[in-house]
């Protein structure tokens, strides 16, 4: 599904257990209406957009906060406004009064001009977006925080696809560490995933316990030209919508 009018305001949305639904926001399009993404968000949002330095960070913030609570309230059928967000002990958001047998999960990211908001019910969701930067050490980077199997992998990709060999890696790491929800706790070496191109099934070994990563389905997604992106999702066999 994608987000380009900033008049948008989804009816009631259903979502089944074998399904996670993705929602693509072109930030470009619909952050401009600030006032009205504002209305929607909480003081505490309120007041977190307004530490961003440039307008259009705020901006790219209050709307993709503002999205994220909409899309939440047609699913559970509540005011966007009422909803109240709790975190866990690592810091991973979670709906207040979201108990039950298949609770309703969430993640978000943005970078650019992209959001991606990833939903589930009963199943832990991560998900990660990226701009694609050739002004960085990528493989110094690399040294520090991958793995020596997705090092060596990185390392005979050729330039300049190597950047986008290296934020294919990040995202998909990312995404995975989002949705397993354990925070800094999991070390970014501790786990090895596919630099293939269009890889959906990208995560290939978790340490120590190798038997985790058959629990979970981590693919690459589509999010424009410029950019790399990662979903991850609890268990096997769910279908994408998006």
């Known amino acids: 599904m994608h987000i380009t009018d900033p008049g948008f305001e989804p009816r009631a949305l259903t979502l089944p ?19 009205r993404w504002q209305r929607i968000l909480s003081e505490e949002e309120r007041a977190r957009a307004k530490r961003f330095h440039f307008s259009q960070d705020r901006q790219k913030f209050s709307a993709t906060r503002a999205l994220l609570r909409t899309i939440l309230g047609a699913y559970v059928g509540r005011n966007p406004e009422t909803i109240v967000f709790r975190y866990s002990q690592k ?41 694609v930067r050739s002004n960085l050490d990528c493989e110094s980077i690399a040294r520090r925080f991958f793995s020596p199997a997705e090092q060596k992998e990185l390392a005979a990709i050729e330039a300049p696809e190597k950047y986008r060999g290296f934020f294919r890696c990040w995202t998909r790491k990312e995404a995975y560490i989002k949705a397993n929800g354990a925070g800094l706790s999991l070390p970014l070496d501790g786990f090895d995933v596919s630099l293939k191109v269009g890889e959906q099934n990208a995560l290939l070994a978790t340490r120590p316990d190798g038997g985790e990563s058959a629990l979970w389905s981590l693919c690459e997604i589509e999010a424009g030209e410029e ?13 994408l919508k998006s």
């Open 17 to 35: 257990l074998n399904e996670v639904h993705l929602w693509r926001v072109d930030l470009d399009r619909v952050a401009a209406e600030e006032a």
């Open 91 to 131: 810091n991973k958001p979670f709906l207040e009064s979201n108990s039950g047998a298949s609770p309703l999960e969430f993640n978000v990211s943005h970078s650019g001009s992209r959001a991606l908001l990833a939903f589930a019910r009963g199943r832990e969701v991560g998900v990660d977006v990226e701009v």
């Open 227 to 239: 950019y790399e992106a990662a979903l991850c999702v609890k268990g096997k066999g769910c279908v």
